[in-house]
């Protein structure tokens, strides 16, 4: 068995035993889809504010239907890997947004991310977040889907000391390093899912 295949295979266990839910993929078309179709099966969300069954003004309204159809953020694309999510997303009529983040409080179905590196004995994806656009994208969605190419996986946290230290020279520098789906457990030690951030993660170990 190579190392590579060692790593990945770690990773999938070990974020699986923290409710990620990992597949593997070889292209990023290929995640795409594999997007696509988790976003298909889940109802849209939408948080509605307080009132909105009562007799309302237009104005006031019109803020009942700010979140309409599905919406997959994906900011720290590049422009063409961008454009081909896009036209795909069109297709499936599913709008697909890079920036503005804070035009959609509202509800961000699924966030979309490439992770710059993964330690495997945690399960763990590393993110460079110093945009704002993919730290809001990342936390308003109901779902996050990562990509983590396998030749990005490192065995130990110790191992991914020198990235950090690179991208600490750069100011501002924010790193997150995500392990599992959003959970709590603060208030009266009953553990629940999705208060701080996305209700599933999914993990998609790309073969480069």
């Known amino acids: 068995m190579s190392d590579t295949t060692r790593l990945a295979d770690m990773m999938a266990e070990k974020a699986g035993l923290v409710s ?8 990023l ?20 504010p307080s009132g909105c069954e009562a007799e309302l003004s237009d104005g006031a309204g019109a ?3 700010t979140k309409l159809g599905k919406i997959i953020a994906a ?24 920036q503005g983040m804070r035009k959609h409080l509202g509800g961000i179905d699924i966030g979309f991310t490439v992770a710059m590196r993964g330690i495997a004995e945690t399960g763990t994806f590393v993110l460079d977040s110093k945009s704002e656009e993919l730290r809001l994208a990342t936390m308003l969605c109901e779902v996050h889907v990562c990509v983590v190419p396998v030749s990005t996986l490192r065995e130990t946290s110790y ?3 020198s990235d950090l230290r690179a991208l600490s020279k750069d100011f501002p520098a924010y790193v997150a390093f995500v ?14 899912i999705g ?10 170990l790309l073969e480069d």
Not at 195 to 204: Q, R, T, W
């Open 179 to 192: 392990t599992g789906a959003s959970r709590t457990a603060d208030i009266e030690r009953v553990l629940a």
């Open 20 to 27: 990620a839910i990992v597949s593997r993929v070889k292209s």
């Open 63 to 65: 803020l009942c239907d």
């Open 195 to 204: 208060v701080h951030g996305p209700l599933e993660l999914h993990i998609l």
């Open 75 to 98: 900011p720290a694309l590049s422009a063409e890997q961008a454009e081909t999510f896009r036209t795909i997303c069109a297709d499936r009529g599913i709008m697909f947004i890079t």
């Open 159 to 161: 191992e991914v000391e």
């Open 29 to 48: 078309d290929e995640a795409y889809a594999y997007t696509l179709d988790v976003c298909d099966k889940k109802e849209a969300c939408q948080l509605l």
